[in-house]
């Protein structure tokens, strides 16, 4: 199936995509605000740009989305312009594993939360929050 937008408007749209502020990063600054944990967003001077900084434990927050970043569970692969999105999504996978072994290599805690265990219910989130302490 082709796409049902011309190449012009299928750019706009997804220039229009956002790389912070979405909903489930404003879920997770509310679950981390609940539990009274100091978080800087977005923080700039960091690789691999972490949507969480949170300094009294060393630790960074990714919240992945599962299209942009592969979840096996609920990612999917636009039908067209396939081999495109096979490498870019497989560069995204590897650009995580690559952040991920920096931070870890430096004594950092790295955490990964999948959008879905953000939007389903909080509880796998505050489990893991709580062993932080």
């Not at 749209?13 to 997770?28: C, I, L, T």
């Not at 999917?76 to 594993?97: G, V, Y």
Request: aromatic content about 12%; glycine content about 4%.
């Amino acid at each position: 199936m082709s796409d049902i937008f011309s190449k012009e408007k299928r750019s706009l749209v997804m220039s229009a995509v956002k790389s912070r502020g979405s909903k489930v990063e404003a879920q997770m600054a509310s679950i981390l605000r609940r539990r009274k944990i100091r978080y800087r967003s977005h923080p700039r001077k960091y690789a691999g740009k972490p949507d969480f900084y949170l300094p009294d434990f060393s630790a960074f927050i990714f919240v992945d989305s599962c299209f942009w970043h592969g979840c096996r569970y609920h990612g999917t692969i636009p039908k067209s312009n396939l081999s495109f999105w096979k490498k870019k999504l497989a560069l995204n996978k590897n650009r995580d594993r690559a952040v991920n072994r920096q931070y870890k290599k430096m004594g950092w805690v790295v955490i990964r939360i999948w959008e879905h265990s953000i939007t389903k219910s909080g509880d796998k989130v505050e489990r893991l929050l709580k062993a932080l302490k």
